[in-house]
């Protein structure tokens, strides 16, 4: 499986601010996924980035929002804009395994504290 | 038509009892289950998972079993561990979906000693 890292692990940030949450991966992966896990509850898919083109939004979340770069086939971000207090979640990045068709591997996390 | 329902929602086992979690499902056009493990501070780490050309899949203390026909799927930690202790996720794929995981609600474990 890919080795994924996140940065940064975990943060707390005023209300109305930006994070830029950063997904590196070991080796190049075509599919790369971000994920939203509320307190205590399940993961919900935001996006899937796509190299060299825009990310496709799952129902619920926009790009005004979320704002995601692909910029290569190792590296990920994804921006929470204008935050509030319902934004804390942990967010996940996941990749597409290699060796077997539709395998998803997690990164670490990002746990976002908004005040 | 897209939901995959998990139960129970928490689970206490005692050290070498057999853990079971169900999952169902509805979406037929599903066609890859896997199963996550999480601890709490961690990312969720793929444990098992099984397509529904086959009836069941074993790794080590882990199976899943799969009934195509009820549309569920049931991971069983079999001498279930203190260190199995953890939140479990059903998930389930469309592979003609771009690689869209659709989670249960998860259920946490407590293996007591």
């Known amino acids: 499986s890919a080795v994924i890292s996140q940065k940064p692990s975990r943060d707390i940030c005023q209300r109305g601010t930006s994070l830029t949450i950063q997904c590196q991966v070991d080796?190049?992966?075509?599919?790369m996924f971000w994920y939203r896990q509320q307190p205590g509850q399940s993961l919900t898919l935001i996006a899937t980035?796509?190299?060299?083109?825009?990310?496709?939004?799952e129902s619920g979340f926009v790009i005004d929002k979320f704002p995601i770069s692909r910029p290569n086939l190792t590296f990920s971000t994804l921006t929470v804009s204008n935050m509030s207090p319902e934004d804390s979640s942990i967010y996940l990045c996941?990749?597409?395994?290699?060796?077997?068709?539709?395998?998803?591997?997690f990164g670490p996390g990002t746990r976002l504290t908004v005040l | 038509q897209q939901q995959v329902k998990q139960s129970p929602q928490s689970l206490i086992v005692q050290k070498g009892g057999i853990s079971i979690i169900n999952c169902a499902y509805e979406?037929?056009?599903?066609?890859?289950f896997p199963w996550y493990q999480q601890f709490p501070g961690k990312g969720p780490a793929l444990l098992i998972a099984?397509?529904?050309?086959?009836s069941e899949k074993k790794e080590g203390r882990f199976t899943i079993s799969f009934n195509k026909s009820a549309k569920q799927f049931s991971l069983h930690i079999m001498d279930s561990q203190p260190g199995d202790s953890a939140t479990y996720f059903c998930a389930a794929l469309n592979s003609g979906n771009t690689g869209k995981l659709i989670f249960g609600q998860g259920t946490t474990l407590q293996v007591k000693p």
């Open positions: 080796s190049q992966v075509t599919m």
């Open positions: 996941s990749v597409g395994g290699r060796a077997v068709y539709n395998e998803q591997f």
């Open positions: 099984i397509r529904p050309d086959v």
């Open positions: 980035a796509n190299q060299g083109s825009e990310a496709t939004y």
């Open positions: 979406n037929t056009a599903f066609d890859y």
